[in-house]
């Protein structure tokens, strides 16, 4: 059975304090691995989608990696309005999303 | 433009009704999506259907029956609702394989009293 998970749960930063999130997959025949921010009252927003080990992707303050077994999402010098939780999930060969339970990040100023 | 909608935002009934989630995508895309949201905030896979296809999760349900009467809406029906069916449920779409990600509609909050 596919397996995402998420670590830690919760994370607390102060502006400008960088630090990284992360995401292990045991996934059967994995065709890419997804980040999404979910803000409150929303649907999850796609970040990236990584495909290969070694592979990198970034958006702004936000930096994706990936390797066989995880994938980091480094957040450089965060601002408040990065606060949301952050997902990941994996795409099987069935092309199926199995999702992590998710990061809540929170950044105070 | 929205992009992927669904109606309604928020959908409050008594045990052992039948309900209707609306979705529509205005993406060209070929594959629509069910999730659901519990309250731990997993999301979990319910339904994959395209033109060709429809996958069911096996632990779904088979009170849960996906409906789509064409490429761009996939409508979610409820049987006999129970307790255990409140959760957030999010429509999503994708290109055939997801590889540019998947585009989720904003949910239904389902209460069941």
């Known amino acids: 059975e596919d397996q995402v998970t998420q670590s830690p749960e919760a994370l607390r930063l102060q502006e400008g304090e960088s630090s990284s999130l992360n995401c292990s997959y045991t996934?059967?025949?994995?065709?890419?691995l997804f980040w999404y921010r979910q803000d409150p009252g929303k649907g999850p927003e796609f970040l990236f989608t990584?495909?290969?080990a070694g592979e990198e992707k970034e958006k702004e303050r936000l930096k994706a990696t990936l390797t066989k077994k995880e994938s980091f999402l480094h957040i450089t010098a965060p601002k408040p309005e990065d606060s949301a939780t952050y997902l990941c999930a994996a795409n099987n060969a069935g092309n199926m999303l199995t999702f992590g339970g998710g990061t809540r990040l929170m950044v105070k100023p | 433009d929205t992009a992927v909608s669904q109606t309604p935002k928020y959908l409050v009934t008594q045990m052992g009704n039948d309900k209707s989630i609306k979705c529509e995508q205005n993406?060209?895309?070929?594959?629509m999506y069910w999730y659901k949201q519990d309250s731990k905030k997993f999301l979990k896979i319910m339904f994959s259907?395209?033109?060709?296809?429809?996958?069911i999760n096996e632990t779904v349900p088979n009170r849960f029956s996906p409906k789509s009467p064409d490429k761009a809406h996939l409508n979610l029906h409820i049987n006999s609702l129970e307790l255990g069916d409140s959760a957030v449920y999010f429509c999503a779409s994708s290109q055939e394989g997801g590889g540019y990600g998947y585009t989720f509609g904003s949910g239904t909050r389902l209460t069941v009293v």
């Open positions: 990584l495909y290969s």
């Open positions: 259907y395209n033109n060709k296809e429809l996958i």
């Open positions: 993406l060209g895309h070929d594959t």
């Open positions: 996934v059967s025949g994995l065709r890419g």
